[in-house]
């Protein structure tokens, strides 16, 4: 079953939309970003606000970072087989030397 679904999946149409197949966890080395919904504020935690500002590419660079930051402090040994783009440098060379970076918990 769980080889029929892989399978499928990667059947262009069937999810919908072709970028989610790109963007699951372990597609490209790294974990899945952290997801939210409403309502903003649950048991004291809060959508991190640039989710909420409606900026895309923004949107975009957070999740990268989340996913690289998760990676790394959960599974390291992945990154060992990633080849980084420079925009993944970038962002892992501030996650190395910045130490206030928090992992969110969405």
């Known amino acids: 079953m769980v080889l029929a679904d892989a399978i499928i999946r990667l059947i262009p149409g069937v999810l919908g939309d072709n970028e989610s197949s790109v963007d699951e966890s ?14 903003r504020v649950y048991k004291q935690m809060e959508v991190p606000e640039v989710l909420l500002s409606g900026h895309h590419e ?3 660079k957070w999740r990268l ?25 970038k962002i892992m060379l501030d996650i190395l030397f910045n130490k206030e970076q928090k992992i969110e918990k969405g």
Do not use: D
């Open 26 to 39: 372990f597609a490209c080395e790294l974990l899945e970003y952290p997801q939210y919904t409403r309502p």
């Open 58 to 60: 923004k949107i975009r």
């Open 65 to 89: 970072k989340q996913s690289m930051l998760r990676t790394l402090l959960k599974h390291p040994e992945l990154l060992l087989k990633k080849e980084f783009t420079e925009e993944e440098k």
